[in-house]
């Protein structure tokens, strides 16, 4: 999977239990998951949504005594080269870069703030369809990703630097701060804001639903908490922060049909 350079190009889920978060995201989103079986003695399956579209990695986390959570990917031209940035901007390797035959080169990185990312360059030509960007997205699809910061303006200095980025484009949240639009290139991407009272910093990503009020009912019965939400954003959808029932936040945006 190869996409332009500072475009997402693959989520994953560091899962304490995962069976368990599974079941939970296959009812959540009516995601497929099943075993990748590329790679020898590791318990890695493949998240795709309902019509096949690959989306993301689920795994145990690697870390026993860490978190569950979300990461994604970043695609890149040179992975040796983004590292070298990476450090050079205030950011640190977290893991060495390393070739997975028939998937690409990739390392994980961390942001001057201490965000963790991965970079990659993927093997095959065909790109991911994991993000998509509206008006092409479907339900499962990542479309959103949000990196909540106690300093935008270094957060955004840093991945321009890295990835190329840029931000022309804000909207204000009044008292709160601004809500700053992200591209990579001509597409937007996501966004950074500022740490709102009882948040906290670090990157929140967004699957597209078809109704978010179906969405929030299976969520709770399955033990995930709403944060905040629904609330309205442009183009006629509804937006939701919530927490699966090990406490990693995931979001998910789509119309109210109810």
Same mark, same amino acid.
């Given at each position: 999977m190869r996409n332009p350079h500072g475009t997402p190009i693959w989520y994953e889920y560091h899962a304490i239990d995962a069976d368990r978060a599974q079941a939970f995201y296959e009812r959540l989103f009516g995601w497929q998951i099943a075993p990748s079986?590329?790679?020898?003695?590791?318990?890695? $399956?493949?998240?795709?949504?309902? %019509?096949?579209?690959?989306?993301?990695?689920?795994?145990?986390?690697?870390?026993?005594?860490? $978190?569950?959570?979300?990461?994604?990917?970043?695609?890149?031209? %040179?992975?040796?080269?983004?590292?070298?940035a990476a450090q050079a901007a205030g950011g640190a390797l977290l893991m060495p870069a390393v070739d997975m035959e028939g998937v690409g080169r990739m390392a994980l990185l961390a942001d001057a703030e201490g965000q963790p990312f991965y970079v990659m360059r993927g093997a095959m030509d065909q790109p991911s369809r994991a993000f998509a960007a509206?008006?092409?997205? $479907?339900?499962?699809?990542?479309?959103?990703?949000?990196?909540t910061t106690a300093d935008q303006d270094g957060a955004l200095a840093f991945y321009?630097?890295?990835?190329?980025?840029?931000?022309?484009r804000s909207m204000s949240m009044g008292p709160l701060g601004e809500y700053r639009f992200v591209d990579a290139g001509s597409t937007c991407i996501g966004a950074t804001m500022p740490v709102l009272p009882k948040?906290?910093?670090?990157?929140?990503?967004?699957?597209?639903?078809?109704?978010?009020?179906?969405?929030?009912? $299976?969520?709770?019965?399955?033990?995930?908490?709403?944060?905040?939400?629904?609330?309205?954003?442009?183009?006629?959808?509804?937006?939701?922060?919530?927490? %699966?029932? %090990?406490?990693?936040?995931?979001?998910?945006?789509?119309?109210?049909?109810?």
């Open positions: 079986g590329d790679v020898e003695g590791m318990d890695y $399956r493949i998240v795709s949504t309902a %019509d096949g579209e690959g989306v993301a990695g689920l795994m145990r986390r690697p870390d026993p005594s860490g $978190r569950a959570g979300w990461l994604f990917y970043i695609g890149v031209d %040179d992975v040796d080269a983004a590292i070298a509206p008006p092409e997205t $479907r339900p499962g699809q990542m479309v959103w990703n949000e990196l321009a630097r890295l990835l190329g980025w840029s931000q022309e948040g906290a910093p670090g990157w929140l990503f967004y699957a597209e639903v078809a109704d978010v009020d179906a969405a929030i009912e $299976r969520l709770t019965a399955m033990g995930g908490t709403v944060l905040q939400g629904p609330d309205p954003i442009p183009s006629e959808a509804f937006s939701v922060v919530a927490a %699966d029932p %090990d406490g990693a936040r995931i979001g998910f945006v789509g119309p109210r049909r109810t």
